[in-house]
C-alpha cells in the first residue's frame, strides 16, 4: 500500500490568488554593481531568515488568459513571465495561465518550437495569444554528446532544449519536476515522499525489465551520479520496513545556476557515451560567466507555502463499531472500521481500555494531523564578463518544512564557474559545485507499517486527539487500538527517525586549443565525489518489531556511511571545414572513466535500554563492508558530412 502525501504548493508571483490561504512570495533583484559588490555579495548570502507570515502588499493585478496556436488548438506548458522579473507561470492543460503582474508590466510568452512574443499588459485583465510556430527550429544550433554543437538539421535524432526559466517559474525542490508534461517524450514521476524526493525520469518510456531505465545524467560534460535512494531503487537499505525516499543525485543542483539544459533521447542521441547512455543523456551546462560586460550582482529569493489537501468523499452517517454496533466495552479494538451505529446525539463509545467518548463524526483528520508547510530559498551570484572571459560565483540555501510533522530538508550550494580565451587560440574553462544536503525524517512509502498511513482509514468516530493521548501504554510500548497491528498509531510512527547527510563537490577543468577556424584540440578532466551518512531506527516497542529476548526490548537501528568518487578524463580532435557544396564534420577522440564505491554499513537488534539508539546499546551487531571498483577505457569517433545543407549522411562508433 502507498501512501500519498498530498501537497498543495503555489507561489503568488505564479497565479496564486490573494484571497486563497496560502502564501507565496517571490521577488527578485537585479543590478550592476562594479563597487563594493563583494562586501554586499558576502553579506546577502548570510541571509537564511524566514520571512513574515504576513502577505506583501503590491500593485499587481490578476492577468488571465488563454494560449493556442494558428489553429486555435490550446498550448499547456507554455512559459508565462514578466519580463525584467521572475515572476511567472505555465499554462495548464486548456491551455489558460492565471498570475499577477504589474499593470505596466510586459508579458513574454515563450514554448518550444514556437516564436516568443512580448505583450505589454496596459491595464488589461484579459489576454489571450496564439503562438506562432517557429521557422528556426531547424537552424538552431544545439548542444550534442561530448558538449560538441551541432546545427539541429543535421541530426537524425530527436533532441529537445529547455530554457532555465522553466525550471524556476514553477519551483520545486528537485528541479526535474518542474518540467512535467513540458517536453515531448519526457516522462517525469515524483513519489509522494516529500521535498527532494526522487524524480522517476524515463526519456519514451521504459527500455528493459527490471534493469535501470533512468537517462544518464551528464554536467558541464562529465557524467554524475544519479543514483536512486527510493525505497525501490536503492537496494542496499538495511532493516525491517525500511522504505523512505532518500532522493537521488539531481537534488544537489541548484535551479538558479543553470544555463542551458539538452535532453538527447534515445541510444542513437547518446551512442557516444556508450552503453550507460542506453536510455538518453539528459545534458546540463550550467554559468561560466556574465552575459555581456562589466561586473553584476543578482539576489533572487522564493517563498512557497504547502497545505495538505483531501478530496475523499468520506461518509458521516455511522461511526466506529462493527456488525451495526458502536463500542461499548472496554477495548474494542475496531479503531480502523466504521461498521456501528448510526450517529445519533447524546451517544458515547468506549475506546482505550475505558475511555468513554462522545460517538461523533471526527471531520477533517487529514488537516488535523499533518502541518503547513514552506519552502525557503535565496541565492546571490556574483558575476563578471569582458572580451576574454568571465567567471560567476553563486550561493544558495534552500531551506523545507514538509507537511509531515517532523520533516525537513535542507540544502546549501555554491558554484563557481570562469572561461578565459589566453593568446586567442586557448581557451580555459572550468565548473566546481560544492553541495550540503541534510534531510531530516522523510515519510515513509510503499507500506502501510510504520507510516501514518492508517490515518486514511480511520475509522469516522475515532477522535484523532485520543490517539496522540494513548501513543504509548504504561509500559512505554505503543498502545494497541486496532485489530490490525500492521495499522501503526500515526503518532506512533513519528517516533520512527531517519538523518541523511550527504557533502557533494562535482566539476572539471577543460582546455582548448583552436589550431584554425576548423580544428581544435580539447582535453577536459571531471570529478563527482560525495559522502553520505544516513542513520535511521525501528522504535522500541513497535507492535510489528518481533519480540526482544527478556532483559532487552525491542527495535533496530542502522548506521550507513557511503563514499562515492568517480572521475572522467577525456581528449577530443574535431575538424569542420567546408568544400565547395559539401561540409565535412568529424570528431575523434577517447576517454577514461574511472569508478569507486565504499560502504560501511551497521544493523544492531534489540536494547539494553528503551530509547538509546546506538551501536553501543544494541545487543546484536551486524555489519557489512562493501567495495566495488569500476574503469572503463573508450575511443569514439562521429563523422557527418553534408550537401548543400540538405542531404546528410552521419556515423558514430565507440
Known amino acids: 500500500m502507498h501512501v500519498f502525501y498530498p501537497v498543495k504548493a503555489c507561489q503568488l508571483s505564479a ?60 498550448l499547456p506548458g507554455v512559459s508565462v513571465s514578466v519580463k525584467g522579473t521572475t515572476q511567472g507561470t505555465t499554462s495548464g492543460t486548456n491551455g489558460r495561465y492565471s498570475m499577477n503582474a504589474p499593470t505596466n508590466g510586459v508579458l513574454v510568452f515563450s514554448y518550444i518550437g514556437y516564436v516568443t512574443q512580448e505583450v505589454s499588459i496596459g491595464g488589461r485583465n484579459t489576454i489571450n495569444i496564439k503562438l506562432l510556430a517557429s521557422s528556426r527550429a531547424l537552424d538552431e544550433v544545439v548542444v550534442t554528446a561530448l558538449g560538441i554543437k551541432r546545427e539541429a538539421k543535421s541530426l537524425g535524432y530527436a533532441t529537445a532544449t529547455v530554457a532555465p526559466e522553466q525550471l524556476t517559474v514553477n519551483r520545486t525542490t528537485n528541479f526535474m519536476n518542474a518540467l512535467q508534461g513540458k517536453v515531448a517524450g519526457v516522462n517525469i514521476t515524483s513519489l509522494g515522499s516529500g521535498p527532494a524526493g526522487t524524480s522517476k525520469i524515463r526519456l519514451r518510456g521504459q527500455s528493459s525489465f527490471g534493469s535501470n531505465n533512468s537517462p544518464l545524467i551528464v554536467v558541464n560534460g562529465v557524467p554524475i551520479d544519479n543514483t536512486n535512494f527510493s525505497a525501490e531503487g536503492d537496494q542496499s537499505n538495511r532493516g525491517t520496513h525500511h522504505t523512505s525516499d532518500g532522493g537521488d543525485g ?87 472500521w466504521s461498521f456501528g451505529e448510526k450517529f445519533q446525539p447524546g451517544m458515547t463509545q468506549v ?14 483528520p487529514i488537516t488535523k494531523y499533518y502541518r503547513k508547510g514552506y519552502t525557503f530559498s535565496n541565492a546571490v551570484t556574483l558575476s ?57 525524517n522523510p515519510p515513509n512509502i510503499a507500506e502501510q507499517d510504520y507510516s501514518p498511513v492508517s490515518i486514511y482509514n480511520m475509522a469516522t468516530s475515532m477522535p484523532l486527539e485520543l490517539l496522540k493521548t494513548y501513543m504509548y501504554n504504561a509500559n512505554g510500548d505503543e498502545y494497541p487500538w486496532s485489530r490490525f497491528t500492521d495499522r501503526t498509531n500515526p503518532y506512533f510512527a513519528l517516533t520512527r527517525f531517519n538523518n541523511i547527510h550527504r557533502d557533494r563537490v562535482m566539476g572539471n577543468l577543460t582546455a582548448k586549443y583552436n589550431f584554425t577556424h576548423w580544428l581544435f584540440l580539447q582535453g577536459r578532466f571531471g570529478q563527482d565525489y560525495y ?44 575538424a569542420n571545414r567546408t568544400f565547395g557544396k559539401f561540409k565535412v564534420d568529424v570528431n575523434l577522440g577517447g576517454n577514461q572513466m574511472h569508478r ?24 546484536q551487531l551486524s555489519p557489512i563492508y562493501d567495495f566495488v571498483e569500476q574503469q572503463v577505457n573508450s575511443i569514439y569517433a562521429t563523422a557527418g558530412i553534408s550537401y548543400k545543407d540538405f542531404l546528410y549522411l552521419n556515423g558514430t562508433a565507440r
Open 250 to 336: 539531481l537534488s544537489s543542483i541548484n535551479p538558479d545556476d543553470i544555463e542551458s539544459m539538452t535532453v538527447l533521447k534515445g541510444a542513437p542521441a547518446a551512442a557516444l557515451y556508450g552503453s550507460r547512455a542506453k536510455d538518453g543523456v539528459i545534458m546540463i551546462i550550467t554559468r561560466q560567466r556574465k552575459a555581456g560586460s562589466g561586473i553584476g550582482l543578482e539576489y533572487n529569493t522564493n517563498y512557497t507555502t504547502e497545505n495538505p489537501l483531501d478530496y475523499t468523499d468520506y461518509q458521516y452517517e455511522y461511526g466506529q463499531g462493527e456488525n451495526g454496533v458502536r463500542p461499548t466495552t472496554p477495548n474494542p479494538l475496531s479503531g480502523q
Open 384 to 440: 563578471s564578463g569582458g572580451e576574454f572571459g568571465g567567471f560567476n560565483l553563486s550561493v544558495s540555501n534552500t531551506d523545507n518544512n514538509a507537511i509531515l510533522p517532523g520533516s525537513h530538508y535542507s540544502r546549501k550550494t555554491v558554484n563557481l564557474g570562469f572561461t578565459q580565451t589566453l593568446a586567442k587560440k586557448l581557451t580555459i574553462s572550468g565548473n566546481m559545485i560544492y553541495s550540503k544536503d541534510d534531510r531530516k
Open 596 to 619: 569507486q564505491s565504499e560502504r560501511n554499513s551497521t544493523l544492531v537488534n534489540d536494547f539494553y535500554s528503551r530509547g538509546l539508539y546506538t551501536l553501543g546499546n544494541g545487543r
Open 531 to 574: 559522502t553520505r551518512a544516513e542513520d535511521y531506527n525501528l522504535p522500541t516497542g513497535a507492535q510489528r518489531s518481533p519480540a526482544a529476548p527478556p532483559g532487552f526490548v525491542n527495535g533496530e537501528y542502522v548506521q550507513d556511511l557511503l563514499r562515492f568518487r568517480e572521475t572522467n578524463a577525456d581528449v577530443l580532435l574535431g
Open 15 to 74: 497565479g496564486t490568488h490573494p484571497a486563497q490561504p496560502a502564501l507565496c512570495v517571490k521577488w527578485s533583484l537585479r543590478f550592476n554593481a562594479p563597487v563594493h559588490a563583494l562586501i554586499i555579495f558576502t553579506l546577502i548570502s548570510l541571509l537564511s531568515i524566514n520571512p513574515s507570515s504576513q502577505a506583501i502588499a503590491g500593485t499587481n493585478d490578476i492577468i488571465n488568459g488563454q494560449i493556442t496556436n494558428v489553429n486555435g488548438d490550446p
Open 351 to 364: 475506546l482505550f481500555d475505558g475511555v468513554t467518548v462522545p460517538y461523533e463524526p471526527q471531520r477533517n
